[in-house]
Nanobody, 124 residues
């Protein structure tokens, strides 16, 4: 059974930090690009960041570039999203997703597997 399980979300004050984790199982994790997406109420899903299977490349959305850092540990089948200098507009449900082609995952949101999502709330 394929699983992507997010953890590390919660409530934080503006300017604070959180680290999200995405633990994967049931598929060849190190063959997949992993992305974080988010969706706020009433808004479209937005790409936050994406990392290649071998960690040599990464994309970041314009709204998070310079504040968020994505990384992965293929030995632990886990991807991390370090979120610093959080803003109220970062409030959303964050989803972890896996796809075979990094470009398609990031640009077209074509993914093979989705996590269930985790709430991040940034209070002003």
């Amino acid at each position: 059974e394929v699983k992507l399980v997010e953890s590390g979300g919660g409530l934080v004050q503006a300017g604070g930090s959180l680290r999200l984790s995405c633990a994967a199982s049931g598929f060849a994790f190190d063959d997949y690009a992993i992305a974080w997406f988010r969706q706020a109420p009433g808004k479209e899903r937005e790409g936050v960041s994406c990392i290649s299977d071998n960690e040599r490349g990464a994309y970041y959305g314009d709204s998070v570039s310079g504040r968020f850092t994505i990384s992965r540990d293929n030995a632990k089948n886990t991807v991390y999203l370090q979120m610093n200098s959080l803003k109220p507009e970062d409030t959303a449900v964050y989803y972890c997703a896996a796809g075979g082609q990094m470009f398609r995952v990031w640009v077209l949101h074509q993914v093979d597997y989705w996590g269930q999502g985790i709430q991040v709330t940034v209070a002003s």
